[in-house]
């Protein structure tokens, strides 16, 4: 009799189900453990993103490097024409230069400027289609709002109604600065260095020994890199 007492009790309970303290305490468990599975999946999809841009930010600069050595390394000591038509214009000079270099042989553009940092001809201008058109490239450096432009113009010898083809090459900067080495072996911030008897072929011919790129980035500091000039 007593056996059966229990066993309806048994059943009773289980017909029963479960109280509202158990369901509380499950509903609790689970939302315990969603908030665990949550947090750890948001936080790899979180780094997974942060990877992502850590590794465009740095496909970005290795891109921009790459350019800038091409260009520089394959120098050519070719002037051109001044848009105006009147003169010629080194192969390769600066801002001139610009007002941005200072006392200490250095050119910070922090500020936007529309005014083209560096202006060269480098050689090797590849084309594979065959367009009727030198293998020598004027190419010139912007450093505006933060981003590094690469500009380049279809004709060697631009006239004032040829407008550059911009590119954008790397953002995200506070700072550039360009450096050229003389044959003295001193880095000087002009280029081509102020000496009389300007004008003269070798002078609108003259290159640096070597060009340092330093680049002040937001995501990494200061990058310098020196490119040594062919021939």
């Known amino acids: 009799m007593i056996r059966a007492a229990l066993q309806r009790s048994h059943v009773a309970r289980r017909e029963r189900g479960f109280t509202l303290i158990e369901m509380l305490v499950a509903v609790f468990i689970a939302v315990i453990m969603f908030a665990i599975g949550y947090g750890a999946i948001n936080q790899a999809l979180q780094s997974r993103g942060a990877i992502r841009a850590d590794q465009r930010k740095l496909?970005?600069?290795?891109?921009?490097m790459r350019v800038m050595e091409q260009d520089f390394v394959q120098l050519a000591p070719r002037p051109i024409r001044s848009p105006e038509g009147e003169g010629w214009l080194p192969a390769i000079m600066t801002a001139g230069a610009s007002?941005?270099?200072d006392a200490s042989g250095s050119i910070d553009t922090s500020g936007a400027t529309a005014q083209p940092l560096v202006t060269l001809t480098r050689g090797g201008w590849s084309n594979p289609i065959g367009v009727q058109r030198p293998e020598l490239e004027r190419v010139a450096y912007v450093f505006e709002k933060g981003t590094l432009i690469r500009e380049h113009w279809n004709v060697l010898d631009p006239t004032l109604s040829d407008a550059p083809v911009k590119r954008?090459?790397?953002?995200?900067?506070?700072?550039?600065?360009?450096?050229y080495l003389n044959y003295s072996h001193q880095w000087v911030a002009q280029w081509p260095p102020a000496v009389a008897g300007a004008e003269t072929g070798a002078y609108l011919r003259e290159r640096p020994v070597a060009v340092e790129v330093i680049l002040d980035t937001k995501a990494w500091g200061k990058i310098v890199r020196i490119f040594e000039v062919a021939g």
Do not use: D, I, P
């Not at 954008?168 to 450096?179: D, E, M, P, Q």
């Open 59 to 64: 496909l970005a600069l290795q891109t921009a």
């Open 99 to 101: 007002a941005s270099a």
């Open 168 to 179: 954008n090459l790397l953002k995200h900067l506070h700072s550039v600065r360009f450096l």
